[in-house]
T-cell receptor, first 111, second 115 residues
Framework: QKEVEQNSGPLSVPEGAIASLNCTYSDRGSQSFFWYRQYSGKSPELIMFIYSNGDKEDGRFTAQLNKASQYVSLLIRDSQPSDSATYLCAVDGGGADGLTFGKGTHLIIQP | EPEVTQTPSHQVTQMGQEVILRCVPISNHLYFYWYRQILGQKVEFLVSFYNNEISEKSEIFDDQFSVERPDGSNFTLKIRSTKLEDSAMYFC?????????????FGDGTRLSIL
């Protein structure tokens, strides 16, 4: 059984600060890793994906992957109130396998 | 930007009835997926579909469920003899391929309420 674990939060971060979201996964064969943002009552929206060890940056977002530790993280710089949402970590085993999602971390950016 | 579209946005059905949820994937995408999210719980994979056949399915996707691509644009999920526990958000997703850099994009979902 593949598992993806996230701290459910809420994680409260002041506006302008860096928000750090973490995720661990159980299947060492996992190949691709995704961060989705989900506003209440809405669908998951892709933020970033990463499949190589190290960091990947896109604007205010940085994804970090450490396959040896089975750990993925998302950093959000200069946090804005509009970043307040639930952030879902998802893992792909390759092929046409569906994504395995974590329960998500509820992030609150305080103005 | 191209997007996955789903209809209806909300479906209310009596227990025991059949429902069909519809999706139009992004036009150049080849892989299609259905997920569900029960209120307050995580998003769960149901099934993936490629080249007019099921590629993978989860334990949730039992004989009550079926998928079909009836024409060149629509992708449907049919739930026969619905149960109360089928109440959830159902998301359709699509991707260009299965390579690591071909992520899945989700539609807005259909909220299914079983009475």
């Amino acid at each position: 059984q593949k598992e993806v674990e996230q701290n459910s939060g809420p994680l409260s971060v002041p506006e302008g600060a860096i928000a750090s979201l973490n995720c661990t996964y159980s299947d060492r064969g996992s190949q691709s890793f995704f961060w989705y943002r989900q506003y209440s009552g809405k669908s998951p929206e892709l933020i970033m994906f990463i499949y190589s060890n190290g960091d990947k940056e896109d604007g205010r977002f940085t994804a970090q992957l450490n396959k040896a530790s089975q750990y993925v993280s998302l950093l959000i710089r200069d946090s804005q109130p509009s970043d307040s949402a639930t952030y879902l970590c998802a893992v792909d085993g390759g092929g046409a396998d569906g994504l395995t999602f974590g329960k998500g971390t509820h992030l609150i950016i305080q103005p | 930007e191209p997007e996955v579209t789903q209809t209806p946005s909300h479906q209310v059905t009596q227990m025991g009835q059949e429902v069909i949820l519809r999706c139009v994937p992004i036009s150049n995408h080849l892989y299609f997926y259905w997920y569900r999210q029960i209120l307050g719980q995580k998003v769960e994979f149901l099934v993936s579909f490629y080249n007019n056949e099921i590629s993978e399915k989860s334990e949730i996707f039992d004989d009550q469920f079926s998928v079909e691509r009836p024409d060149g644009s629509n992708f449907t999920l049919k739930i026969r003899s619905t149960k109360l526990e089928d109440s959830a958000m159902y998301f359709c997703a699509s991707s260009e391929g299965t390579h690591s850099n071909q992520p899945q994009h989700f539609g807005d979902g259909t909220r299914l309420s079983i009475l």
